[in-house]
């Protein structure tokens, strides 16, 4: 951050006393307009007392007050909300589990502009799973800031559309695995699986979901049909649509077309590379309710200028702003949340409503899909937590909050 930009976002404390004479923080952020999650309020200003938002309003008129951070332009929008994030920091999740791990991939996406995100698993041993959802549940006794909960992406996919995931540890879900899920999803604020209906039975999907579980449907051949049935069975949500699975037809629309057909979530991987500009438009376009939500898929390098990173045993390489196997395999994206807003943005090709739905779906629609958009995430709303970033007028990173607290 250059050193105007750092002067201006400084932290000045004013210390008001509120109903039964606590003493708590007061800030007041001008200068940019303000995203509250839904909709672009221009010119607005946002007060902020002890970490939580407390309003979006009118500036004060005349000189800046003493407790004012003035932003220079560009929009203030709540933190982002990732919920596939495979890595950063130069660790992938899972390799040496513990909360340590989790701090560190949370840390780094944080500097990145998402405050709050679910560190995801990609397909590894049942040793390693068990490991990672015990060190998901102390973080989650710990308060981790940032933490969500988890996302294991696997092992319970299709072969045939196994991506970067080791062939050999792809199985069909066990009585076991049943069992290990629904208890860990009680004690994770959040436990999101990605699975193929290929390798489960409906009735282990709504055992999932009645445990609390968000299945995603993922990495799978599944026909229309297919794919209707698991919605019916309790599946919300659709991973990295277009990517893991066959192509949508006309005649055999696939799991894409019921991603798109269907009243359920699907993330998608905007970085420009995974899913065409175009092919983007389209699916915003074509997308029920409740629409598309922007994920990562981020993995050890991101935060860092690290030339690749090793995965199961395989060199991962990154050149040109992608990630590949050796034989070409695109292995997770060079990308952060962030980055995907502004390629969102530059799809939709429409400044006014476009800014708006590329911002949602790295906040908002993110956050409903998880429950915790009533609680204030993804949102600037009175009472919610002042997690928040500074964005330029290119959607360049200026600026992140936590709770109030300058990243």
């Known amino acids: 951050m250059a050193g105007q930009e750092q002067a201006a976002c400084r932290r000045v404390?004013?210390?008001?006393f509120g109903a039964k004479g606590a003493k708590m923080a007061e800030h007041i952020f001008i200068g940019a307009d303000v995203f509250d999650g839904a909709r672009l309020h221009r010119g607005a200003a946002l007060w902020v007392r002890d970490g939580r938002v407390l309003a979006i309003g009118e500036p004060p008129k005349g000189p800046a007050p003493?407790?004012?951070h003035v932003l220079s332009g560009g929009i203030l929008a709540p933190g982002l909300v990732d919920l596939q994030v495979n890595g950063g920091g130069g660790v992938m999740l899972g390799q040496s589990p513990g909360v340590a791990e989790i701090a560190c991939?949370?840390?780094a996406?944080?500097?990145?502009?998402t405050t709050s995100l679910l560190p995801t698993l990609i397909t590894d041993t049942p040793e390693v799973t068990g490991a990672v959802l015990a060190a998901g549940v102390q973080a989650a006794r710990q308060r981790l800031p940032g933490f969500l909960g988890l996302h294991l992406e696997g092992p319970h996919l299709d072969p045939a559309r196994k991506g970067a995931h080791a062939a050999d540890l792809i199985r069909p879900m066990q009585p076991q695995d049943l069992a290990m899920l629904c208890a860990a999803a009680a004690q994770l604020?959040?436990?999101?699986?990605?699975?193929?209906?290929e390798a489960v039975t409906p009735e282990q999907i709504t055992a999932l979901v009645a445990a609390g579980v968000i299945v995603s449907l993922g990495h799978s051949d599944c026909s229309f049909e297919t794919a209707q049935a698991a919605f019916g069975a309790g599946a919300r949500g659709v991973t990295h649509v277009f990517n893991a699975m066959a192509p949508l037809g006309h005649r055999a629309p696939g799991l894409a077309g019921a991603a798109l057909a269907a009243a359920v979530y699907a993330g998608v991987i905007a970085d420009g590379v995974h899913v065409a500009p175009a092919v983007l438009r389209i699916a915003a376009a074509a997308k029920r309710a409740p629409g598309l939500f922007l994920v990562s898929d981020a993995m050890a390098v991101a935060g860092t200028?690290?030339?690749?990173?090793?995965?199961?045993?395989?060199?991962?390489?990154?050149r040109g702003g992608q990630l590949r196997l050796a034989d070409g395999t695109l292995a997770g994206a060079d990308c952060d949340l962030r980055c995907a807003v502004a390629v969102m943005m530059t799809a939709l090709d429409d400044p006014e409503t476009g800014l708006e739905t590329a911002l949602a779906m790295a906040t908002a629609r993110p956050a409903a899909l998880i429950g915790q958009a009533a609680a204030g995430l993804g949102?600037?709303?009175?009472g919610g937590a002042a997690d928040m970033v500074h964005l330029g007028a290119d959607l360049s990173l200026k600026?992140?909050?936590r709770g109030g607290v300058l990243l």
């Open 399 to 401: 600026a992140v909050w």
């Open 105 to 107: 991939i949370i840390r």
């Open 109 to 113: 996406h944080g500097r990145l502009g």
């Open 305 to 318: 200028d690290l030339t690749g990173f090793d995965l199961g045993g395989r060199r991962i390489l990154r």
């Open 379 to 382: 949102h600037l709303q009175p």
């Open 13 to 16: 404390r004013v210390w008001v």
């Open 189 to 197: 604020p959040v436990l999101m699986v990605t699975l193929a209906p």
């Open 66 to 68: 003493a407790h004012a």
